[in-house]
């Protein structure tokens, strides 16, 4: 390093120190990006700035990286470990000569030629200060657009002490330079090759972070008014209701100003700074998983649109700050027009959501307006998030899909859109949800309290520490890809006004595959796995060294046999598992000469249920397993298979699990394995039985699928004693058993006696041919699924409803 190099370098650390405040993403490089210590490495950066090189070296004192002032040594030869594309613009006149990486990306390839061992790893980085994107019609010369240039050294100062504060260094997947010699040679086009590639890859990384410039409102207005599509619904809307073109605009435009968001970078920075400090106040930290592949796509061009499930209301708040917080550009939100009310709706505007009603019924001027105003964000290139729910589950379960987002969205892409569009499913998890109290209220017949700034006030006078947050982000879906292997001649209809008879099964297809893949990433932690096991007790009450015995059988089992490669487990052993589950004061924890009982009392047992249904999809078929060689000792594994085979596509539905029928007979053998590992069962003249030394570990398993196949057990019966009766009247009389049924043997879970899933039930055994078009039940089916299920529930559940079927 020269000498004037050394002296710039020690008059900026000073100031640099004060004003510069670094993120790193990923923020273990090393581990998430697959580094390899033992193989040298060099950086490529965009532009030569001494700021940005001092930042990128600290950076990589605190991520455990070389420093890129520390030169590359290698056969005795000392070698720059950065590359940079570009110099800064000067202050005055014309650009100096380029710098020449090109003979440095030559002299570094050639260094592979003559010592096949070496294998030196490129490392682009981008260095972001501020990632505000601009507004359209801006004056491109604006300071929004200046701070994502290359700026000269004066404009380079003024971003320092302005953004200093926001500035992301982003590390990238490394290339080699051993494969780029043996695969493409050594000469100079490799190093031009090598120059366009990072080019371009700088230019993504700019677009990914930042997104297209945000939408100036009357602009987006004037071009939607515009637009052939909601002319033609105005003149429609003057003609069916009698008044004049002009009112008819009037009464479009304001359909426009409920429903467009009006997004503010600003408020997004203050939100991240809010959240943070909101986040470390309620929450003990946030588990965040899977955000490299959406930066990736992110990366790559795509259209992403965020498919999440929804919990509470912290869902909005915690899904924009993680996206942004990962770098990423937060999405543009659809939002129930309920949460439109001050101070919260223009607050949420601001941050990106716009504004839905719950029918779009009777008002299709209404309609054309929303369907074009979501056409014209994804035409812009923003991202989008909408809940498929449709509304907070009030149980834990995901709730069946509304397809009506989901449809607009493809409708969207059959437009035209010139990039792929991709579907994140993510899901979110809480250690606690701080509406669950409302949930059970809601649950027993109370009506859904509106919301307004006072109840904000009332949650927020509540903030305590509610333990971790969890967001994983699932298994993407391009929707071009799905189309090309499911409707191959689907872009023979794109551009058509006309809507494609396909649509509508390939949507509702479309939703189950994205509810599915949002329970692949479920979440596993100590409260929701404590939860399953207390529930699963009788009385509600474990020891603590019954508990912990059953938080390890369920962590084996998860581990040995994984139930998707997207969901995560904890790092902690059962033993801190545990201890965490109960700093958060939601067990009775009382103390005799032989050690702690941990219990639940009626009214926790009943909030508890919310979070065992969060990840009671992981267990429905290792619960099957287990009940099925707990209820009918000595079973063969044939049998085992048989009756999973029958009883599994109505937990299929409900629970939007994600195995295939053909996949069932190799996961009973894994599920089988693990069991007789875990030694909770034996195996003696080719059946299983229980192993009585681990009977309640095996009892508790079995217990968790018990509640379920008493639901089903309810509808079959009753269809077998009354063979006529219609589908409205056994989706009634089931939810009346199912009361009875809870009443008299203490079931408290409240979707027990939610009648969703008794339609739900009744769907599905339509679907599944046990009823025809006409709901006629085939009587034989029924009685064979009944036969397959009745051995499985205890004598006093099966006398109780044998008994209401004679009422």
Same mark, same amino acid.
């Given at each position: 390093?020269?000498?004037?190099?050394?002296?710039?370098r020690?008059?900026?650390?000073?100031?640099?120190?004060?004003?510069?405040?670094?993120k790193?993403?990923?923020?273990?490089?090393?581990?998430?990006?697959?580094?390899?210590?033992?193989?040298?490495?060099?950086?490529?950066?965009?532009?030569?700035?001494?700021?940005?090189?001092?930042?990128?070296?600290?950076?990589?004192?605190?991520?455990?990286?070389?420093?890129?002032?520390?030169?590359?040594?290698?056969?005795?030869?000392?070698?720059?470990?950065?590359?940079?594309?570009?110099?800064?613009?000067?202050?005055?006149?014309?650009?100096?000569?380029?710098?020449?990486?090109?003979?440095e990306?030559?002299q570094?390839?050639?260094?592979?030629?003559?010592?096949?061992?070496?294998?030196?790893?490129?490392?682009?980085?981008?260095?972001?200060?501020?990632?505000?994107?601009?507004?359209?019609?801006?004056?491109?010369?604006g300071?929004?657009?200046?701070?994502?240039?290359?700026?000269?050294r004066?404009?380079?100062?003024?971003?320092?002490?302005?953004?200093?504060?926001e500035?992301?260094?982003?590390?990238?997947?490394?290339?080699?330079?051993?494969y780029?010699?043996?695969?493409?040679?050594?000469?100079?086009?490799?190093?031009?090759?090598?120059?366009?590639?990072?080019?371009?890859?700088?230019?993504?990384?700019?677009?990914?972070?930042?997104?297209?410039?945000?939408?100036?409102?009357?602009l987006?207005?004037?071009?939607?008014?515009?637009?052939?599509?909601?002319?033609?619904?105005?003149e429609?809307?003057?003609?069916?209701?009698?008044?004049?073109?002009?009112?008819?605009?009037?009464?479009?435009?304001?359909?426009?100003?409920?429903?467009?968001?009006?997004?503010?970078?600003?408020?997004?920075?203050?939100?991240?700074?809010?959240?943070?400090?909101?986040?470390?106040?309620?929450?003990?930290?946030?588990?965040?998983?899977?955000?490299?592949?959406?930066?990736?796509l992110?990366?790559?061009g795509?259209?992403?649109?965020y498919v999440?499930?929804?919990?509470?209301?912290?869902?909005?708040?915690?899904?924009?700050?993680?996206?942004?917080?990962?770098?990423?550009?937060?999405?543009?939100i659809?939002?129930?027009?309920?949460?439109?009310?001050?101070?919260?709706?223009?607050?949420?505007?601001?941050?990106?959501?716009?504004?839905?009603?719950?029918?779009?019924?009777?008002?299709?001027?209404?309609s054309?307006?929303?369907?074009?105003?979501?056409?014209?964000?994804?035409?812009?290139?923003?991202?989008?998030?909408f809940?498929?729910e449709?509304?907070?589950?009030?149980?834990?379960?995901?709730?069946?899909?509304?397809?009506?987002m989901?449809?607009?969205?493809?409708?969207?892409?059959?437009?035209?859109?010139?990039?792929?569009?991709?579907?994140?499913?993510?899901?979110?998890?809480? &250690?606690?949800?701080?509406?669950? =109290? !409302? /949930?059970?209220?809601? +649950?027993?017949?109370?009506?859904?309290?509106?919301? %307004?700034? *006072?109840?904000?006030?009332?949650?927020?006078?509540?903030?305590?520490?509610?333990?971790?947050?969890?967001?994983?982000?699932?298994?993407?879906?391009?929707?071009?890809?799905?189309?090309?292997?499911?409707?191959?001649?689907?872009?023979?209809?794109?551009?058509?006004?006309?809507?494609?008879?396909?649509?509508?099964?390939?949507?509702?297809?479309?939703?189950?595959?994205?509810?599915?893949?949002?329970?692949?990433?479920?979440?596993?932690?100590?409260?929701?796995?404590?939860a399953?096991?207390?529930?699963?007790?009788?009385?509600?009450?474990?020891?603590?060294? &019954?508990?912990?015995?059953?938080? =390890? !059988? /369920?962590?084996?089992? +998860?581990?040995?046999?994984?139930?998707?490669?997207? %969901?995560? *487990?904890?790092?902690?052993?059962?033993?801190?598992?545990?201890?965490?589950?109960?700093?958060l004061?939601?067990?009775?924890?009382?103390?005799?000469?032989?050690?702690?009982?941990i219990?639940?009392?009626?009214?926790?047992?009943?909030?508890?249920?919310?979070?065992?249904?969060?990840?009671?999809?992981?267990?429905?078929?290792?619960?099957?397993?287990?009940?099925?060689?707990?209820?009918?000792?000595?079973?063969s594994?044939?049998?085992?298979?048989?009756?999973?085979?029958?009883?599994?596509?109505?937990?299929?539905?409900?629970?939007?699990?994600?195995?295939?029928?053909?996949?069932?007979?190799?996961?009973?053998?894994?599920?089988?394995?693990?069991?007789?590992?875990?030694?909770?069962?034996?195996?003696?003249?080719?059946?299983?039985?229980?192993?009585?030394?681990?009977?309640?570990?095996?009892?508790?398993?079995?217990?968790?699928?018990?509640?379920?196949l008493?639901?089903?057990?309810?509808?079959?019966?009753?269809?077998?004693?009354?063979?006529?009766?219609?589908?409205?009247?056994?989706?009634?009389?089931?939810?009346?058993?199912?009361?009875?049924?809870?009443?008299l043997?203490?079931?408290?879970?409240p979707?027990?006696?939610?009648?969703?899933?008794?339609?739900?039930?009744i769907?599905?055994?339509?679907?599944?041919?046990?009823?025809?078009?006409?709901?006629?039940?085939?009587?034989?089916?029924?009685?064979?699924?009944?036969?397959?299920?009745?051995?499985?529930?205890?004598?006093?559940?099966?006398?109780?409803?044998?008994?209401?079927?004679?009422?």
């Amino acid at each position: 390093m020269s000498l004037g190099q050394h002296i710039s370098r020690a008059i900026l650390q000073w100031p640099i120190n004060g004003l510069v405040n670094h993120k790193s993403l990923p923020e273990n490089p090393i581990t998430e990006l697959n580094l390899d210590s033992s193989r040298p490495i060099v950086y490529a950066l965009k532009t030569s700035s001494i700021t940005d090189l001092m930042t990128l070296q600290r950076c990589c004192e605190d991520v455990g990286l070389p420093g890129p002032f520390t030169p590359l040594e290698h056969n005795g030869q000392l070698l720059p470990r950065y590359v940079c594309l570009d110099r800064p613009p000067p202050l005055f006149g014309q650009r100096n000569k380029p710098l020449p990486f090109l003979q440095e990306f030559h002299q570094l390839l050639d260094l592979h030629k003559l010592d096949p061992e070496l294998d030196i790893q490129v490392i682009p980085v981008t260095l972001f200060w501020g990632r505000a994107p601009g507004r359209e019609g801006e004056d491109a010369s604006g300071w929004n657009i200046i701070s994502s240039l290359a700026p000269n050294r004066l404009k380079k100062a003024l971003i320092v002490i302005l953004k200093g504060r926001e500035n992301l260094v982003r590390f990238s997947s490394p290339l080699s330079l051993r494969y780029m010699a043996d695969k493409h040679g050594t000469d100079e086009a490799i190093a031009h090759k090598l120059a366009r590639v990072a080019r371009t890859h700088f230019s993504r990384q700019q677009l990914a972070a930042t997104g297209p410039k945000l939408p100036n409102r009357n602009l987006l207005f004037r071009q939607l008014l515009d637009s052939r599509v909601i002319q033609q619904a105005v003149e429609e809307e003057a003609l069916r209701d009698g008044i004049t073109l002009e009112k008819a605009q009037r009464r479009a435009h304001s359909y426009m100003d409920e429903i467009a968001s009006n997004f503010s970078y600003r408020l997004v920075r203050l939100g991240e700074s809010f959240l943070g400090w909101l986040w470390n106040k309620l929450y003990r930290g946030l588990s965040v998983n899977g955000a490299e592949k959406v930066r990736q796509l992110a990366q790559e061009g795509h259209e992403i649109v965020y498919v999440p499930c929804h919990r509470s209301h912290m869902d909005y708040l915690l899904l924009s700050y993680v996206i942004y917080h990962q770098g990423m550009v937060p999405p543009h939100i659809a939002a129930g027009i309920n949460l439109n009310f001050w101070p919260a709706g223009p607050i949420f505007r601001h941050g990106g959501a716009f504004f839905i009603r719950r029918t779009f019924k009777g008002n299709p001027l209404y309609s054309t307006v929303f369907r074009e105003y979501l056409n014209l964000l994804f035409a812009k290139g923003y991202s989008v998030e909408f809940f498929a729910e449709g509304g907070r589950s009030r149980t834990g379960r995901l709730l069946p899909p509304k397809t009506g987002m989901l449809a607009m969205t493809l409708q969207a892409m059959m437009g035209g859109l010139d990039r792929p569009v991709t579907l994140v499913p993510v899901y979110l998890g809480y &250690e606690h949800v701080m509406e669950v =109290n !409302t /949930y059970h209220n809601e +649950l027993k017949g109370s009506r859904k309290e509106k919301e %307004s700034f *006072l109840q904000v006030l009332g949650i927020l006078r509540k903030l305590r520490n509610y333990g971790r947050g969890f967001v994983n982000f699932g298994e993407p879906l391009t929707l071009n890809s799905y189309l090309n292997e499911h409707v191959p001649a689907w872009k023979a209809e794109i551009g058509q006004d006309t809507r494609p008879d396909w649509m509508a099964p390939t949507v509702n297809q479309l939703a189950d595959l994205l509810m599915t893949r949002i329970n692949d990433a479920a979440a596993v932690n100590g409260l929701t796995l404590s939860a399953l096991a207390l529930l699963a007790a009788e009385r509600h009450a474990l020891t603590r060294d &019954e508990l912990y015995a059953q938080l =390890n !059988t /369920y962590l084996d089992l +998860l581990r040995q046999v994984p139930y998707s490669v997207q %969901s995560t *487990l904890p790092d902690e052993d059962a033993n801190t598992l545990l201890d965490q589950a109960m700093e958060l004061n939601k067990f009775e924890v009382s103390e005799d000469k032989l050690g702690q009982i941990i219990s639940l009392d009626r009214y926790q047992a009943i909030l508890l249920t919310y979070y065992r249904n969060n990840i009671l999809h992981l267990f429905a078929m290792p619960s099957l397993v287990a009940a099925l060689i707990e209820r009918c000792e000595g079973i063969s594994r044939d049998k085992i298979v048989t009756r999973c085979l029958a009883i599994y596509p109505l937990l299929k539905t409900e629970l939007f699990l994600r195995y295939q029928d053909h996949e069932l007979p190799e996961l009973i053998d894994a599920l089988l394995s693990e069991l007789q590992r875990q030694q909770l069962i034996t195996v003696d003249d080719g059946g299983y039985w229980v192993n009585p030394a681990n009977q309640t570990r095996l009892l508790l398993l079995a217990e968790s699928i018990q509640e379920t196949l008493q639901r089903y057990a309810i509808v079959l019966t009753r269809v077998l004693a009354h063979p006529y009766i219609d589908a409205a009247q056994l989706e009634a009389d089931g939810l009346m058993m199912a009361e009875r049924l809870g009443t008299l043997h203490g079931i408290n879970a409240p979707e027990f006696f939610d009648q969703k899933l008794f339609s739900t039930l009744i769907q599905t055994l339509r679907n599944q041919g046990y009823l025809d078009a006409s709901s006629k039940f085939d009587v034989a089916r029924f009685q064979l699924l009944a036969d397959n299920i009745a051995p499985l529930l205890s004598n006093k559940i099966r006398r109780t409803i044998q008994a209401g079927n004679q009422l």
